[in-house]
């Protein structure tokens, strides 16, 4: 394993994941954002815990708390992307879902007490100007309350790979990627019985959208991110978060026949360049060290 293959795990993680607003969208035609979570990664933490029954008994204190604060965070973040998606359209959440390009650095940062470099800047202010121009409303500026709660997710989510960094190098990998999902799990179950109505999926398209939900997006993408970010830096981990807008975007399209109208591409795009233009300069820069050396 190196760092082009943990890039290539977490490319795959993420644009597994994206699949979730998609599913997501379905599953919530009956159930509520909170019992959708709780379903989702209850089923996914038991096949998990089956397939990996030995690395169970190998947690202890310190990573039980780095899972905790792993799950709490990741459970925000989609807590606050499902409340969201109910109304605004998955290929508008997922390109919001794109400035976790500016957050990551950003944050990354602040804990390590640093100015951002030149490029940084650039790319988030391009990435501002192509949120600008995906929430316009005609000749309006402005955000509806699902796209703020989309946008908070990508706090959320931001600090769940600074949390992911730190327990990636530092413990067991399997015994993370088994923990996260049962914290997730019992986050999901609390909000419910507190807030929601409890019901439960009313059709077999419902069902399945849950059970992909658990299996494709949780047990398969959750499970191999950490791998592939125990290879690569939390910023390298935030730039390859582009394929998750645009898978997403695609399947938004293609089965839940959502319209882009030209204003929205042009954002779309402002932040897909954000996002690809530091990764494509940071890789010129890298291959010209290595032919150095």
Same mark, same amino acid.
Not at 28 to 34: Q, S
């Given at each position: 394993?190196?760092? &082009?293959? !943990?890039?290539? +795990?977490?490319?795959?993680?993420?644009?597994?994941?994206?699949?979730?607003?998609?599913?997501?969208?379905?599953?919530?035609?009956?159930?509520?954002?909170?019992?959708?979570?709780?379903?989702?990664?209850?089923? #996914?933490?038991?096949?998990?815990?089956?397939?990996? &029954?030995?690395?169970?008994?190998?947690?202890?204190?310190?990573?039980?708390?780095?899972?905790?604060?792993? %799950?709490?965070?990741?459970?925000?973040?989609?807590?606050? @992307?499902?409340?969201?998606?109910?109304? $605004?359209?998955?290929?508008?959440?997922?390109?919001? @879902?794109?400035?976790?390009?500016?957050?990551?650095?950003?944050?990354?940062?602040?804990? /390590?007490?640093?100015?951002?470099?030149?490029? $940084? =800047? #650039?790319?988030?202010?391009?990435?501002?100007?192509?949120?600008?121009?995906?929430? +316009?409303?005609?000749?309006?500026?402005?955000?509806?309350?699902?796209?703020?709660?989309?946008?908070?997710?990508?706090?959320?989510?931001?600090?769940?790979?600074?949390?992911?960094?730190?327990?990636?190098?530092?413990?067991?990998?399997? =015994?993370?990627?088994?923990?996260?999902?049962?914290?997730?799990?019992?986050? !999901?179950?609390?909000?419910?019985?507190?807030? @929601?109505?409890?019901?439960?999926?009313?059709?077999?398209?419902?069902?399945?959208?849950?059970?992909?939900?658990?299996?494709?997006?949780?047990?398969?993408?959750?499970?191999?991110? *950490?791998?592939?970010? /125990?290879?690569? $830096?939390?910023?390298?981990?935030?730039?390859?978060?582009?394929?998750? *807008?645009?898978?997403? #975007?695609?399947? %938004?399209?293609?089965?839940?026949? @959502?319209?882009?109208? *030209?204003?929205? +591409?042009?954002?779309?795009? +402002?932040?897909?360049?954000?996002?690809? =233009?530091?990764?494509?300069?940071?890789? &010129?820069?890298?291959?010209?060290?290595? $032919? &150095?050396?």
């Amino acid at each position: 394993m190196n760092e &082009r293959m !943990g890039e290539v +795990l977490v490319a795959i993680a993420l644009a597994l994941r994206s699949s979730s607003l998609l599913f997501g969208k379905i599953a919530m035609r009956t159930m509520g954002p909170f019992l959708t979570i709780g379903c989702r990664f209850t089923i #996914a933490f038991a096949i998990i815990a089956i397939l990996f &029954r030995k690395h169970l008994t190998r947690i202890d204190a310190k990573t039980l708390f780095h899972c905790a604060l792993i %799950g709490i965070t990741f459970f925000l973040a989609m807590l606050t @992307e499902m409340m969201g998606l109910q109304s $605004t359209p998955s290929s508008v959440t997922a390109f919001l @879902e794109g400035t976790v390009v500016i957050l990551v650095p950003a944050m990354a940062c602040i804990l /390590k007490r640093k100015l951002p470099d030149r490029i $940084t =800047v #650039a790319s988030s202010v391009v990435c501002l100007i192509g949120v600008a121009f995906l929430t +316009l409303k005609g000749d309006r500026l402005g955000f509806t309350s699902g796209e703020l709660l989309v946008l908070l997710g990508t706090v959320w989510y931001s600090l769940s790979v600074i949390v992911t960094d730190v327990a990636a190098k530092n413990d067991d990998l399997m =015994v993370v990627s088994i923990y996260q999902l049962l914290f997730i799990a019992i986050f !999901g179950f609390i909000g419910a019985f507190i807030f @929601e109505d409890i019901r439960m999926p009313q059709s077999s398209t419902e069902w399945g959208a849950v059970l992909a939900l658990a299996i494709i997006c949780s047990c398969v993408g959750f499970t191999i991110q *950490p791998f592939g970010q /125990k290879y690569i $830096t939390p910023e390298r981990a935030g730039v390859l978060a582009v394929f998750n *807008p645009l898978t997403a #975007a695609i399947l %938004g399209v293609l089965f839940l026949h @959502e319209k882009m109208t *030209p204003s929205m +591409l042009l954002g779309s795009f +402002l932040i897909l360049l954000s996002i690809l =233009v530091p990764a494509w300069i940071e890789d &010129r820069a890298a291959r010209k060290r290595q $032919t &150095r050396n």
